[in-house]
């Protein structure tokens, strides 16, 4: 199995760099604005481009992938929201497990039914823990999932959860918000997963703010992920990435 990104993430997080990661809903971009945000990245030096949503809607993932593609080498990570959203235009795919949730299906079902698809892709498949956690609101995600999030303020619950993770494979964990939560994850929580894992930890969901991007790489968060903000403000490409970029394990 393909690790080229994999090992690009985890040699990253032994160097103490941080990532800074755009999301990109394929449902709310086109062709204009995938060049702005391309160009944008390209210039604010974006580590990676996340691509997908909880609803993909439209049918034009492989079409973004590709436009993405055809103008800059950022990676492509595909951050599906159902089995559907796979293309073999990117460069690796997040193989979530919802183990925030006690929803079988997000657990294991759903990667039952997708897998021979799914390896056929060819992609770099990266298991993935996956938590949702409460962002103040419920998200699309929380919604979809079928499943509790983690409380705000329960940090050992979040802990507990990543530690299972990753003792079960998981090369990643992901602690999500939920897009355009109310609330994002607090650094109480990143710090307290961040020291009980050795894996690489992305952290997205309401952050709109450089400053809390920054706080949470000083957390110990190794990937930051916006969507709604940048989709709302392009230009906050260059702080985000920035305030992630400025951040190492010495300052
Ligand atoms: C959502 O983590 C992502 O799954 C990003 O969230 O859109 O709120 O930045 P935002």
């Known amino acids: 199995m393909k690790q080229d990104l994999f090992n690009q993430f985890a ?6 760099r941080k990532s800074f990661s755009v999301l990109i809903d394929p449902d709310k971009v086109d062709s204009k ?8 990245s ?40 159902s089995p559907s959203q796979v293309s073999k235009y990117a460069d690796a795919l997040l193989y ?7 929803n079988p299906e997000l657990l294991i079902g759903q990667h039952v039914i997708s897998a021979p698809f799914v390896k056929m892709s060819g992609l770099e498949i990266m298991p993935t823990g996956y938590i949702v956690v409460d962002g103040g609101a419920p ?16 940090n050992e619950i979040a802990m507990c959860t990543a530690m299972a993770g ?46 809390k991007a920054y706080k949470n790489c000083k957390s110990g968060a190794d990937i930051i992920v916006v969507g709604n903000a940048i989709e709302k403000e392009p230009s906050l490409i260059k702080e985000m990435s920035a305030a992630v970029h400025s951040v190492s394990v010495s300052a």
């Open 33 to 40: 604005s995938i060049d702005q945000i391309v160009n944008l």
């Open 139 to 154: 998200t699309t995600v929380s919604y979809i999932s079928n499943a509790t999030p983690v409380p705000a303020d329960k």
């Open 166 to 211: 990753e003792m079960l494979g998981m090369k990643l964990i992901y602690m999500d918000a939920g897009s355009g939560a109310k609330r994002p994850i607090s650094e109480a929580m990143i710090q307290k997963v961040s020291t009980h894992i050795e894996c690489p930890l992305i952290i997205g969901g309401g952050i709109i703010e450089p400053e």
């Open 42 to 81: 390209i210039d604010a030096k974006v580590d990676y481009f996340f691509v997908g949503g909880s609803l993909v809607i439209s049918n034009h993932l492989d079409e973004c992938i590709q436009m993405i593609k055809s103008q800059c080498d950022i990676p492509v990570v595909l951050f599906p929201g």
């Open 11 to 16: 040699s990253r997080k032994r160097q103490g």
């Open 96 to 102: 979530l497990s919802l183990i925030s949730g006690r």
